[in-house]
Each structure stands twice: as structure tokens, then as C-alpha cells.
């Protein structure tokens, strides 16, 4: 697993520079020349996203340590966040609500704006490699959360300090922030999207300056979102789950500490079933 991350570490921020290079020795601006480019990202993401469902193998323990991550999640969660970040900091470059650019000189450099399109790519590429994965994997009580995550698992655990063991995979509270970052990133992405298409055709300046406002308002809940995420990795101690980025594993004792659902599952075969208001009886697990 670890040659995978350094691989795929080195392929994603490889594009990243390059793009950032290409960004500020040309004249052009990408969302007007090249716009098609997003598009061809995000199918190409999807459909990478689907071959990898149907084709990776089996979580399993082996030796006492369970595989918790492939190079495939890998490039889903780095690869979108990297690209994310380059997208954080041309908005930012860019200026947006109350917040005054910093480059504003659009004019003379199209530099953050290419900048934001490089990011664009590479967060759609990541975005929709998840998209396709995950619908295709059908396990989507994995990351959506029913009413007992909520109530149980988030609000009784963290807010009420009551006893909660029934952490799958991912834990009640990270299905919840699986949610938030879900509804942004639709928010985000839908407006962005208008705002691709303003490059291609005319569009009225009202709701550009709709898509606008609402593009920037996600992106300040998104900002929100992402420091609460980070903090709670760090101020929780989640050191397991963060290394269990680079080395694709945890050991059997975590996981059965930490994931008593998903560590039964993976000892008998059995997987729980999903309903909105609760969990219903159990399945064979399909591979
Ligand atoms: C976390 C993700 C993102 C953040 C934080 C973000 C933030 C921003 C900010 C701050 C601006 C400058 C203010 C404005 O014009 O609204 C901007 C502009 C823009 N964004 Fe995003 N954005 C994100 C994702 C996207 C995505 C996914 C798309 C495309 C689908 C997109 C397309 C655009 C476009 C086309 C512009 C306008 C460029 C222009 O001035 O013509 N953005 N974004
Ligand atoms: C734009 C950036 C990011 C996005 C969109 C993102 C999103 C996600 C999502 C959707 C999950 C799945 C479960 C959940 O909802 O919590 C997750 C898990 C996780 N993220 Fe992030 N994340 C980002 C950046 C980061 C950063 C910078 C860190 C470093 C502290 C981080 C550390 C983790 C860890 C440790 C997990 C849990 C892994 C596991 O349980 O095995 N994330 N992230």
C-alpha cells in the first residue's frame, strides 16, 4: 500500500503542478478555451469509479490486521482534497462574499482563475472515482446514516455522553460530517457548474450573480466543514484511521474496539441490513 500512495501522491500532485505552471504562461483563460475538459473529468472519474467496484477484492483480516483502505480510497480521499485545496486557495486568490481578492487583476493574468479550473479537474476526477465506486459498490449504509446513527451514534454519543457500540466501518459521526460534506459539495458543484456554462454561453447577470452568492455561501460552509473535520481527527486522536491512509490497514484489535459492526461482519460474512429508522435482520455479504 505504501508504493501505491507514494505513486498515486506523485501522479496527483504532478498534475497539479503542471497545471499550475501551464496556468501562468499562457494567455488563456481554461474555462473559456477548454471547458469541455471538466466534463471529460468527471466521466472519466465515474467510469474509473465503476471498473474499481467491480473489480477490487474482499475486506479481510489477515494476520491480525484488517484492510481498511486500498489505493483506490486512497486517490478518492487525497486525490478530491488536494484538488479542493487548490481550489480553496484560488477562491481565495479569486475573493469571494465579504472576503476582498487577493489577485484581482483578471485583466493582465487569468493565473488564479486557470488556477481554479486545474483544481476543478482534479476534484472532479477524485469526486466522481467516489461517485462511481460507491454507487456500484452498493453498500450505502457504509457512509449515509439512518435515524439511530443520528440520534444514537452523534447526538447521544458526543452531545448526551450515552453509550453507543454500534460503529460500522466508518463511525455515526463521520456518516453525519459524510452527509454535510455531500450536500455542500452538490451545492457547490451545481453552482460551479452554471458557473462553467456562463463561460460558454451568455447567461442573464442575475443568476449569475445568483449561482454566484450561492456558489460562495457553499464554499464558506464548505471551509467551515473541512476545519471541524480536520480538528476532529486531531483533537479525537484518530492516528489509527489517519495512518490507516498510508498503510491501508488497522489492526484486528482496533477494529473490533473501534468497529465492533464492521469487524463482525468480517468474521462471520454477514452483513446487517439497511432501513431508514433502524437496522433490519442480516445478509450474506455480497463480494
Ligand atoms: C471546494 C470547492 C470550491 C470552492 C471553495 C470554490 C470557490 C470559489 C470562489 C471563492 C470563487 C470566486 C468567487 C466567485 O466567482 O464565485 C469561485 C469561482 C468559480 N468557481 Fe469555484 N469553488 C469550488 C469548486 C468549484 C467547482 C467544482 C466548479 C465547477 C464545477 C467551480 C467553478 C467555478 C467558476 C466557473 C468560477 C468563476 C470564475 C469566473 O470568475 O469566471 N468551482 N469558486
Ligand atoms: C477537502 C478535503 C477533505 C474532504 C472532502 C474529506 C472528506 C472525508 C470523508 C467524506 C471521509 C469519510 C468519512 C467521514 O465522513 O468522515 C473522510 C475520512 C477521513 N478523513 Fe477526510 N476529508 C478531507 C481532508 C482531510 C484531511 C486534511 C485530513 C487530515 C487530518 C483528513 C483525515 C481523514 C481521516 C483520518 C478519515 C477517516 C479514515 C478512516 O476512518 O479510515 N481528511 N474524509
Do not use: C
Not at 480553496?88 to 465579504?98: E, M
Amino acid at each position: 500500500m505504501k508504493l501505491k500512495v507514494v505513486i498515486i501522491l506523485t501522479l496527483v500532485l504532478a498534475a497539479l503542478a503542471v497545471g499550475i505552471v501551464f496556468s501562468n504562461t499562457t494567455d488563456a483563460v481554461f474555462f473559456d478555451s477548454v471547458p469541455w475538459i471538466t466534463i471529460v473529468a468527471a466521466g472519466l472519474g465515474f467510469i474509473l469509479g465503476v471498473a474499481r467496484a467491480l473489480l477490487k477484492g474482499k475486506e479481510e483480516i489477515s494476520y491480525g490486521e484488517v484492510i481498511r483502505h486500498g489505493g483506490g480510497s486512497f486517490l478518492e480521499h487525497w486525490g478530491t482534497a488536494l484538488g479542493i485545496f487548490a481550489l480553496l486557495a484560488s477562491g481565495i486568490l479569486l475573493g469571494f462574499l465579504f472576503f476582498p481578492g487577493i489577485m484581482k487583476n483578471l485583466d493582465t493574468t487569468p493565473f488564479p482563475l486557470n488556477i481554479h479550473f486545474v483544481g476543478v479537474v482534479v476534484a472532479l476526477l477524485g469526486g466522481f472515482f467516489f461517485v462511481g465506486d460507491y454507487i456500484f459498490s452498493r453498500k450505502y449504509d457504509r457512509l449515509i446514516p439512518n435515524i439511530p446513527d443520528i440520534f444514537g451514534g452523534f447526538i447521544g454519543k458526543y452531545f448526551l455522553r450515552r453509550k453507543w457500540s454500534s460503529e460500522d466501518k466508518y463511525l455515526s459521526s463521520q456518516k453525519v460530517a459524510f452527509l454535510g460534506f455531500a450536500f455542500i459539495g452538490a451545492g457547490i458543484l451545481i453552482s460551479g457548474a452554471v458557473k462553467v456554462a456562463a463561460h460558454i454561453w451568455p447567461i442573464d447577470a442575475d443568476y449569475w450573480a445568483f449561482f454566484t452568492v450561492l456558489h460562495d455561501l457553499f464554499s464558506l460552509l464548505f471551509i467551515f466543514l473541512l476545519i471541524v473535520h480536520v480538528l476532529l481527527v486531531l483533537g479525537l486522536r484518530e492516528w489509527p484511521a489517519l495512518f490507516s491512509w498510508i498503510t491501508g490497514k488497522v489492526t484486528e484489535e482496533r477494529a473490533e474496539e473501534d468497529y465492533p459492526v464492521w469487524h463482525k461482519e468480517l468474521k462471520t460474512g454477514k452483513r446487517r441490513g439497511y432501513k431508514l429508522l433502524g437496522y433490519k435482520g442480516v445478509s450474506k455479504v455480497e463480494k
